[in-house]
């Protein structure tokens, strides 16, 4: 989410705010309600969705509510307004809110996958030559969002100057990337699992590279809400951190295979055999976190990332956003 998308939302946000807190935390039927909105539906999110299909929320007495909330700056806005009680999205969000100065600064206290999602799809196909990219077309994601920043971090790496070195295309909106690309935008493009699954099994690309393991560990999409939120339902954000560190466990310990059976019904339209590729490629490179704990070094390195692009006016320090309290007691479990 750019820092411009920010302004303006706090103000809103805190006149809305005072007028929805009395519904977060609302009890059900002697369950807990709990409303989560999610950046964007995607596999990359695999460990949320069995927490839910598994029942680990509603062993802990919550009566999670799930809602896509597409885009970091409509689920920080969804947040901040008291719209929803947990969002699923990117830690540098919560970086871009404080920057601003908010009063009620939002707080990252489970993680759910620690790399960057995103795979970089050719459409010659060959082995990749990174030099190869220089004067290419590339598709990339929304400035400020990690999937680019992450990518330009990669690419810096590689010797590659993002802005002087490529045709970059950023002003296509992240649900049609897939689309312009399939329709011949484009020589190389950035795409998170499915869609690069599918643009393989249609011959349309081939992955080449995942922007995942060449940029390294960092908070990449993490649970989090308001302060004031976490300092009024402390036992309602434990036992939302026990069941998605349940549901890590058992990702961790289950095929691809398993996991798709347990999450399919969340993508209706998408191929068993696409679903179990695009899970097995995130297994494989170690996407999904074992558990909710966002150490000092993966935030660091997001720190560097955003550094990197421009867009951090200064470091904000581990401690002062993240609340790891939490998840060191779902582990000791």
């Given amino acids: 989410m750019k820092r411009k998308a ?16 009395s519904g977060c935390g609302a009890k059900t039927e002697g369950t807990v309600k709990v409303r989560i909105g999610e950046v964007t539906r995607s596999l990359f999110y695999a460990p949320q969705y069995v927490a839910l299909s598994k029942g680990f929320f509603k062993a802990e007495g919550l009566d999670v509510e799930l809602q896509t909330t597409a885009g970091g700056d409509k ?13 699923l999205v990117g830690s540098e969000t919560s970086i871009y809110v404080y920057q601003q100065g908010a009063e009620d600064p939002v707080i990252n206290f489970a993680q759910v996958t620690q790399t960057d999602g995103t795979f970089l799809v050719s459409r010659s196909g060959k082995e990749l030559d990174w030099n190869s990219l220089k004067g290419s077309t590339f598709l990339g994601q929304r ?26 295309i950023q002003n296509i909106d992240f649900a049609n990337i897939t689309a312009a690309y399939a329709s011949g935008t484009g020589d190389y493009v950035q795409l998170f699992e499915p869609q690069a699954s599918m643009m393989e099994q249609e011959g349309k690309g081939k992955v080449v590279a995942s922007f995942g393991v060449e940029s390294g560990h960092l908070p990449y999409t993490v649970f989090m809400s308001k302060q004031s939120y976490i300092s009024k339902n402390r036992d309602t954000v434990q036992k939302f951190t026990n069941a998605l560190q349940k549901a890590q466990l058992w990702v961790k310990e289950h095929s691809a295979e398993d996991i798709a059976d347990a999450v399919g019904s969340y993508f209706p339209q998408t191929d068993k055999t696409i679903i179990v590729s695009s899970i097995d490629r995130y297994k494989k490179q170690g996407s999904y976190a074992d558990n909710p704990t966002i150490d000092g070094t993966e935030w660091n390195n997001l720190l560097d990332v955003m550094s990197s692009a421009g867009e951090l006016k200064q470091r904000t320090e581990h401690d002062v956003l993240v609340d790891n309290s939490f998840a060191e007691k779902a582990a000791q479990r």
Avoid: H, N, R
């Fill in 6 to 21: 920010i302004t303006g939302l706090l103000l809103a946000a805190a006149m809305a705010a005072s007028a929805m807190l």
């Fill in 143 to 168: 400035k400020g969002g990690m999937p680019q920043m992450a990518g330009e971090f990669t690419l810096k790496k590689k010797g590659i100057d993002p802005q002087k070195d490529l045709k970059l």
């Fill in 75 to 87: 689920t920080m806005t969804a947040l901040l307004s008291g719209g929803i009680d947990v969002a």
